[in-house]
């Protein structure tokens, strides 16, 4: 994948959410607010995107989109209940109908066993649906696990909620 399937799935998502009148949000670790530069990409986004969160490090993410510090130090930033917290509370900080959540390991150093470069959760959150979370490995280098994490968080907010 490129950035002109990045492009392009964009533009089908900002076209559905144009369609529905729905506002879209992120909260961001690893991809570093790739997401919201992929959507904003697209002539008009204003009209379905009006802020995401770059929320790299573990105090970002407490105080801009109200994730607990209890489940930073018990979960590690890269973990399921993480991700979901850091959806529901950017669902709520912008006033969106959808959101995602992303934080992982891009690389090429940070992994661990347990956590290896490349592991990257999502969380998903809506004002209509129940949220949920997803675990994905990707392979390759930094900007490699970067553009599939983009590619997958647009797909999965289009296939799932558009």
């Known amino acids: 994948m490129n ?19 729905s ?7 690893c991809t570093g607010g790739w997401v919201a ?3 904003t990409d697209i002539s008009g986004s204003a009209g379905w ?9 573990n105090q970002a993410k407490s105080d801009m989109v109200g994730v607990k510090t209890s489940t930073l130090e018990r979960h590690g930033a890269v973990s399921d209940p993480v ?8 669902l709520l900080a912008a006033s969106a109908d959808y959101a995602v959540a992303i934080s992982g390991i891009a ?11 490349g592991t990257v959760w999502f969380g998903f959150a809506s004002k209509h649906q129940a949220p949920f979370s997803q675990l994905m490995h990707f392979e390759g280098g930094r900007d490699d696990v970067r ?15 558009l």
């Open 3 to 21: 950035d002109s399937d990045l492009f392009q799935l964009s533009a089908r998502l900002g076209a559905a959410l144009k369609q529905q009148g």
């Open 23 to 29: 506002f879209i949000t992120c909260a961001e670790s």
């Open 37 to 39: 530069k992929t959507i």
């Open 49 to 57: 995107f009006d802020r995401g969160f770059v929320t790299y490090g």
């Open 83 to 90: 991700v979901q917290e850091m959806a529901q509370g950017a």
């Open 107 to 117: 690389g090429p150093d940070g992994g661990t066993v347990e956590k290896p470069v």
């Open 147 to 161: 553009r599939q994490a983009v590619h997958f968080a647009l797909k999965t907010l289009l296939d799932t909620f």
